[in-house]
């Protein structure tokens, strides 16, 4: 994970309401443990995660659409 991009920070107000994510203690400590080894907050690596999650999931969809 050491291609992580330098994004600044967002504007007050322009995001959304937070997002409930529900995890057991077991993923909330594994979340923890990665967000602390990158020096980031447990929201920042949470949202870092979904990102990444919905590109995977796009791309996974447009190849599905070719075939």
Known sequence: MNNLS????TAKGVTSRPL?????PDEVD???GY???LERSR???LRFL?????ADYKRELASK???
């Open 30 to 32: 594994e979340v923890e």
């Open 35 to 37: 967000a602390k080894e």
């Open 6 to 9: 330098k994004v600044g920070r």
């Open 65 to 67: 659409s070719t075939h």
């Open 50 to 54: 979904i990102l990444r999650g919905l």
């Open 20 to 24: 409930g994510v529900r995890l057991t």
């Open 43 to 45: 929201a920042w690596f």
